[in-house]
């Protein structure tokens, strides 16, 4: 599967501290797998790593990582 990674969540990524940004990346480069769960009313999914969410959107063979915020700010 190919990921591909939005400027919106690129940009939420550089501004985390080092060892957050390197333990969700690693989540992301796992994907599908993982706590991951479909958002009600909305065509993305949520993957859950410890405090943060990482909000993408699965077509056939691409997943686009849409976002990335603390528990509280991304929804």
Do not use: C, H
């Amino acid at each position: 599967m190919n990921i591909l990674v939005a400027p919106a969540a690129a940009k939420a990524l550089k501004r985390l501290p080092r060892n957050q940004a390197e333990r969700i990346m690693r989540a992301i480069g796992k994907l599908p797998g993982g706590d991951v769960k479909r958002l009600q009313g909305r065509p993305e999914y949520r993957l859950r790593v410890g405090s943060w969410r990482v909000i993408f959107l699965m077509q056939a063979e691409t997943i686009t990582v849409t976002d990335i915020g603390s528990r509280g700010d991304i929804y």
